[in-house]
């Protein structure tokens, strides 16, 4: 009677076989270290140097991975993918469990630890950052998250407003924080003194430059060319900065100094006139607000690239020095000479930095509404 054996993949194996069914190399002898230790495995389970320390002569997967631990990192990480493609979901999830189960055993069978490769995606690569032990993300994974939130803000105002809100007012308050340390550095620092420096930072910074103004403004042209001058480039007038009202499109120049100019001259009769520094300045914008009346429509229609503005009514703004180490008789001095120019504003740059702070307190302490009511 012919007997009928089993295929060979689905025979039952016993454990004495196993060397067998394991190609030679560092597996094979790995496997060999999973060797239970105890009655029957001739080795003594006080001396095998895996289990030295284990009562009872077996290591449990409990000791070799931190269930709770794994648990909650795929948990707060799994968070971070609402918003995202089904398959991009599952491929990540699966990319990290592989790579978790792979390091729970890699101290067991003497294996290098092993960080998940997921892709390109902002928040994946974020899981991975953390499965892996490091950092969150780096800046070019961050400019990436940052697209990414941009590209999925309008289904979040719909679909989640209240988290987009606490979003907008988080991204707020830390925007401010790092435009106020910038400020405050640089008017203790190096730059103090540094015009070249402060007339960059306002281009990046234009919301700083706006605290000048009570109107709603905007920048139009850094550099500008109010005035052209003859051939040789002589008698040319240009405004560090001009802005619009972005609603009546009404022009306001402004004239950039640094936190170390002196505002105020030697005392006359108990009193201080300007410094020649500041009383120049007001000058040259003055100079300028003339020119953007009567020359700069002219230039702005040869130059395409620039939008019309209203030149009816011009304005400028001046920033210059400290007002903090002014005494009480030179405070006053200060006062009534800028309160007097008219079109000009005279404003120091201590002054400009209380205006976020402010703003910045208020949002990060808003008054409560009920006490308001």
Same mark, same amino acid.
């Given at each position: ?158 679909? @989640? %407003?209240? *988290?987009?809100?606490?979003? =907008? ?5 830390? #925007?401010? /924080?790092? +435009? ?126 620039? @939008? %019309?503005? *209203?030149?009816?009514?011009? =304005? ?5 020095? #400290?007002? /903090?180490? +002014? ?47």
């Amino acid at each position: 009677m012919r007997s009928h054996r089993r295929p060979t993949h689905l025979r039952r194996h016993h454990p004495r076989d196993r060397h067998r069914l394991l190609p030679s190399g560092p597996s094979h002898k790995a496997a060999d270290n999973l060797t239970p230790v105890g009655r029957g495995s001739g080795v003594d389970a006080n001396q095998h140097p895996r289990h030295r320390h284990v009562p009872g002569g077996v290591r449990t997967r409990q000791q070799a991975v931190s269930d709770e631990t794994s648990a909650a990192t795929i948990s707060r990480l799994a968070q971070r993918l609402t918003g995202m493609g089904r398959s991009q979901s599952m491929r990540a999830t699966m990319a990290g469990n592989s790579a978790e189960s792979h390091n729970a055993l890699a101290d067991l069978v003497g294996a290098e630890p092993q960080n998940p490769l997921v892709g390109r995606h902002p928040i994946i690569r974020a899981m991975e950052g953390d499965l892996a032990g490091k950092p969150a993300m780096q800046p070019e994974e961050r400019n990436l998250l940052l697209r990414e939130a941009a590209t999925q803000s309008r289904a979040a105002a719909t679909e @989640a %407003p209240a *988290e987009l809100g606490k979003l =907008r007012h988080d991204i707020q308050l830390v #925007t401010l /924080e790092v +435009l106020i340390e910038q400020f405050a550095a640089g008017l203790k620092g190096g730059h103090r003194s540094d015009e070249g420096y402060w007339q960059e930072f306002f281009v990046l910074n234009t919301f700083a430059l706006q605290q000048l103004f009570a109107a709603p403004v905007a920048l139009y042209r850094p550099q500008l060319h109010v005035r052209s001058g003859d051939a040789l480039g002589r008698g040319a007038r240009i405004a560090d900065f001009m802005l619009i009202n972005s609603i009546t499109r009404s022009a306001h120049l402004v004239e950039i100094k640094t936190p170390a100019a002196r505002l105020l001259g030697s005392p006359y009769r108990n009193i201080y006139p300007p410094n020649v520094e500041l009383s120049g300045a007001v000058a040259q914008i003055q100079a300028q607000i003339e020119s953007t009346r009567v020359e700069l429509p002219t230039l702005i229609a040869r130059t395409p690239e620039l @939008a %019309p503005i *209203e030149n009816c009514v011009v =304005r400028g703004a001046v920033l210059a020095g #400290t007002a /903090e180490p +002014l005494n009480a008789e030179q405070a006053q001095s200060f006062m009534r000479y800028r309160d007097g120019l008219g079109t000009v504003n005279v404003i120091t740059f201590d002054e400009v930095l209380a205006r976020p702070q402010g703003l910045h307190r208020l949002l990060a302490d808003p008054p409560d509404s009920s006490a308001l009511s």
